[in-house]
């Protein structure tokens, strides 16, 4: 079985800050890893993934995550905060490396201060 | 439309009636999900298609969920004899093909049973 953790429901930080979300999980298998960010009133988008490879992952607006299997972890970063990062943010885990049957994490939701 | 589509955005039904929610995915877009988010919960999987068959509906959560794809491309979640507890936002994914790492979700439909 898998699952994924993600501390802090909520997450504040200032604009021009970093973002830090965190995200644990618990897999059996060699997990395949995603963050998926959900705007209001808008479907759920692709951020970023770790399937294979290099551990350091780049995503769109400026996110990047690092698998550490050591840890068990795949934090979300992002070293500027923009008041349009403003969102709730999943971690998901798959053990097929594809988009279904996807276990998400219970979100966090990130908002961005003046 | 350019995005997956689902309708109706809203609705609110009486316990022990019957609905359906559909989903029109991405055009040619050959694989297609079902999730179910509860408030406060990350999305939960239910059932996904490739093509007309159901590849996989471990996710339902007893007999009253059917989903069907007859012709491969829209797809009907059925539920049946609702339940106070089935009230959530039921999204809906596609990607182009079932090996896609990226699954594009629609903003969903939120059911509310009272």
């Known amino acids: 079985a898998q699952s994924v953790t993600q501390l802090g429901s909520h997450v504040s930080v200032s604009e021009g800050a970093l973002v830090l979300l965190r995200c644990n999980y618990s897999s059996s298998v060699p997990p395949y890893l995603f963050w998926y960010v959900q705007y209001p009133n808008q479907g759920l988008q692709l951020l970023l993934k770790?399937?294979?490879?290099?551990?350091l992952v780049k995503g769109i607006n400026g996110f990047e995550a690092e698998f550490k299997k050591s840890e068990t972890s795949f934090h979300l970063t992002k070293p500027s905060a923009h008041m349009s990062d403003a969102a709730e943010y999943f971690c998901?885990?798959?053990?097929?490396?594809?988009?279904?049957?996807?276990?998400f994490g219970t979100g966090t939701r990130l908002q961005v201060t003046l | 439309g350019a995005g997956v589509s689902q309708t109706p955005s809203n609705k609110v039904t009486e316990k022990g009636k019957y609905v359906e929610l559909r989903c029109d995915p991405i055009?040619?877009?050959?694989?297609l999900y079902w999730y179910r988010q509860s408030l406060g919960q990350g999305p939960e999987f239910l059932i996904y298609?490739?093509?007309?068959?159901?590849?996989?509906d471990s996710g339902l959560p007893n007999d009253r969920f059917f989903a069907v794809r007859p012709e491969g491309s829209v797809s009907t979640l059925k539920i049946q004899r609702t339940e106070r507890g089935d009230s959530a936002v039921y999204l809906c994914?596609?990607?182009?093909?079932?090996?896609?790492?990226?699954?594009?979700f629609g903003q969903g439909t939120r059911l509310t049973v009272v």
């Open positions: 055009s040619g877009h050959t694989a």
């Open positions: 998901a885990v798959t053990r097929t490396g594809t988009a279904s049957k996807l276990t």
């Open positions: 770790y399937t294979t490879g290099a551990t």
């Open positions: 298609f490739q093509g007309t068959g159901a590849a996989d």
């Open positions: 994914a596609s990607s182009l093909n079932p090996s896609d790492t990226e699954a594009f």
